[in-house]
């Protein structure tokens, strides 16, 4: 089961959107390298590029040209409604399995421990709500949707349907 939540979670990524190196001139599909994990938070709307890109004329790196690309493509998004409203219920989740059960336990002493009857639902709900993120970016409305994950604006997910270039900014 959980090898079948990570397989859903996970991300295909790539890059699919032409770039004009900056050395040559060459505007073009890039090269795509494969991509490197980057730990780096970035907050606002600076750009965290995971896909080696190259120049598929001259292999200049163009990493830096993509992540203003993403900026360019991605920054007047919002993140969408659906998402919003799955934040908030995580929110008020956390409140009803966390706090609400600690604050009965020093409210009313009860006999069995409410509050680590609480943690315990906490990770089941992290779960259900990332699926539930993650399940958006099974939909499109091309109908066969394929988003492949082009790096982060900020702390959100920047996606691009493969087949119909939809695009789609995920929070989680
Ligand atoms: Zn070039
Ligand atoms: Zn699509």
Wanted: glycine share 6%; net charge positive.
């Amino acid at each position: 089961m959980l090898a079948k939540y990570r397989s859903a979670v996970q991300n295909d990524h790539g890059w699919e959107v032409e770039l004009t190196c900056p050395s040559c001139g060459h505007t073009a599909l890039p090269r795509y390298d494969g991509w490197t994990p980057d730990t780096s938070i970035n907050f606002g709307s600076t750009p965290t590029m995971f896909a080696l890109i190259a120049c598929s004329k001259c292999a200049h790196d163009l990493r830096d040209v993509a992540g203003k690309q993403l900026v360019a493509m991605f920054s007047d998004m919002a993140v969408s409604k659906l998402n919003k409203r799955l934040i908030a219920y995580f929110v008020v989740g956390v409140v009803l399995v966390v706090a609400l059960p600690i604050i009965v336990q020093f409210a009313f002493k009860p006999k069995f421990h409410v509050a680590s009857f609480g943690a315990i639902l906490f990770v089941p709900l992290i779960f259900v709500f990332n699926y539930r993120v993650v399940s958006m970016r099974k939909r499109c409305t091309c109908g066969a949707p394929k988003y492949i994950f082009m790096g982060l604006l900020g702390r959100s997910y920047c996606y691009r349907c493969s087949n119909c270039a939809r695009l789609l900014r995920l929070r989680d």
